[in-house]
């Protein structure tokens, strides 16, 4: 029997995925108004580009980038240190009873974005995309 009997697929609940954004919206408002008190969080432009929570929504991972992509390992390093600020100002913006502890990792989703556009402009792949439309128009 499924553990949970609301859930029947592998993924993210509409819980999980409605505070995953609520957090992430919030958090990026925060980070926009520099409302922390570290200058060298204030002095870098976040992204903040996805957050998933946890099931039991006590862990929220935010995923996060630098305007520019420079710096990375910096800002998590700032964020890290300004981790209960931050959870603090969250919990007084949000309507949460609770607020899940925050973990931040670099969003690698704009490097795989760059990769794939490489992979698309490949003259291989370009030829087998040529191909597969014109057997596409043949069936019709």
């Not at 609520?22 to 520099?34: P, Q, S």
């Not at 929220?60 to 420079?70: C, I, S």
């Not at 990769?115 to 030829?127: G, I, P, W």
């Amino acid at each position: 029997m499924a553990k949970n009997r609301f859930s029947s697929g592998s993924g993210p609940s509409n819980r999980q995925l409605r505070m995953g954004e609520l957090i992430r919206r919030t958090l990026a408002d925060l980070l926009t108004r520099a409302e922390v008190h570290d200058p060298d969080l204030n002095r870098i432009s976040v992204t903040v580009g996805e957050v998933r929570c946890s099931p039991d929504l006590k862990v929220a991972t935010a995923y996060v980038t630098p305007l520019g992509g420079e710096h990375g390992e910096e800002l998590i390093a700032a964020l890290a240190r300004n981790k209960g600020e931050l959870r603090r100002l969250l919990g007084k913006e949000m309507t949460s009873k609770y607020v899940p502890d925050l973990r931040f990792r670099l969003d690698e989703t704009y490097d795989r974005l760059d990769e794939t556009r490489r992979l698309f402009s490949d003259e291989t792949v370009q030829r087998d995309i040529a191909a597969r439309e014109d057997d596409d128009e043949d069936l019709d």
